[in-house]
């Protein structure tokens, strides 16, 4: 099969591949018919998450199932399904308290409490380094799907693959953002990062019952699509302060809940990054401080950007002297992807008009060098394999 595999640092192609094929009773075959490019796909292609081995990337895909394994009785051939990016078997502690994303079986050589910087991580993820369980990814004509009976979700055939492919990964990473800011309804929701996350967070603070929803970000096209298909407020902070601005609309409080939907690859400074090379740093924790800043006494932070390294300087007295809640993490796909489908189909959410591209997969080296660097207004890229 052809697939985008990753070589080296800024070095990804599409590449003949050994056909993937059934390696347990609860596996599937899938084939892929839409699939995406992430920004956490950027981590190992700009070497923010370590990867020394080829490996097929993306944990964005869906398709239809072409085989099954003889413990798979809720499936068959033909069936048009989405996958969750995060592997969980569903028997385990973990996936029996709806934490899937810890899952104890599902990363085998990596798996462990502690959670630390290059070993002992957390369940296991298609196409996201051997730390993660080393899972080829859906950026392919084909994929094997572990544990397929417990996390494929089949979907409507009057849908378009475009209107559900991102029941994936991103609307439910932005609906967790929003739902551990445990909204009561009427609330003002900062959302640092507009990019496909950060649409999907403004998306979903609408839909849990948000009052005012702003969103920040230094990349005017990025705002415009923002207050186009989400109806929100914006801030651009080449402009203005956004913590300053935050705190004007809030009557100078700062606002209930804060989002980071960007993570470590916020822009920096020269200095910056100096910085990060002498304390061992991988990226940036700017966009998580300004958070801290703009939320208000007693508030919520909700860190759904990635971060993969230690931080120095990290501002716990003010989260102390503020009394903030920090709620951090992989997303509950699992837990939450059954009522998100159900708000597709009822027509409650539209995913589909973040799309700003959508290219063969024999494009995929050109797709990923116009994401990285947002050229062509390039918002979220779709390829077809």
């Known amino acids: 099969m052809k697939a985008a595999v990753f070589h080296k640092i800024g070095d990804i192609r599409l590449e003949n591949t050994e056909d993937p094929r ?22 190992i292609y700009d070497g923010f998450i370590p990867q020394f081995q080829n490996e097929v990337l993306g944990h964005e895909f869906m398709g239809i199932v072409e085989e099954v394994g003889s413990g798979v009785t809720n499936l068959k051939k033909g069936d048009r399904v989405v996958v969750p990016f995060t592997i969980a078997c569903g028997q385990c502690f973990f996936c029996q308290h709806n934490l899937q994303m810890q899952c104890e079986n599902s990363n085998h050589e990596h798996y462990g409490p502690d959670g630390g910087l290059l070993s002992q991580k957390g369940g296991g993820l298609f196409g996201y380094t051997n730390l993660y369980g080393g899972y080829n990814g859906g950026q392919a004509e084909y994929v094997r799907v572990p544990y397929a009976d417990y996390g494929l979700r089949q979907v409507p055939e009057s849908l378009k693959d475009e209107q559900v492919l991102f029941l994936t990964d ?85 606002a209930d809940l804060c989002v980071d939907a960007v993570g470590m690859e916020a822009n920096r400074s020269f200095l910056e990054k100096a910085k990060a090379v002498i304390n061992l740093e991988k990226g940036t924790t700017k966009v998580l401080e300004l958070c801290f800043q703009a939320v208000r006494r007693g508030g919520i ?28 993490g992989q997303s509950f796909v699992h837990k939450n992807i059954d009522h998100l489908l159900d708000l597709v189909v009822q027509g409650k959410v539209v995913l589909d008009d973040i799309i700003s591209h959508i290219l063969p997969l024999s494009e995929v080296s050109r797709a990923y060098d116009m994401f990285k660097n947002k050229e062509d207004d390039c918002t979220k890229v779709v390829l077809k394999p």
Not at 31 to 39: D, F, M, P, Q
Request: with cysteine; hydrophobic share 40%; charged share 25%.
């Open 22 to 43: 059934i390696e347990d009773s609860r596996d599937a075959l899938i084939r892929v018919t839409s699939t995406a490019i992430c920004g956490s796909d950027l981590h």
């Open 301 to 328: 932070v909700s860190a759904v950007g990635v971060y993969g390294s230690p931080s120095d300087n990290f501002p716990i007295g003010r989260i102390f002297d503020k009394g903030i809640t920090l709620r951090a």
């Open 170 to 254: 991103i609307f439910p990473t932005g609906w967790s953002s929003i739902e551990w800011g445990e909204l009561k309804g009427g609330e003002t929701v900062a959302i640092f990062g507009s990019g496909p996350v950060g649409l999907m967070a403004q998306k979903s603070a609408w839909l849990q019952g948000a009052g005012r929803v702003i969103a920040i970000d230094p990349l005017e096209y990025r705002l415009e699509r923002a207050r186009r298909v989400n109806k929100v407020e914006t801030i651009n902070p080449n402009e203005v302060d956004p913590v300053e601005a935050i705190r004007q609309m809030t009557e100078g409080r700062g």
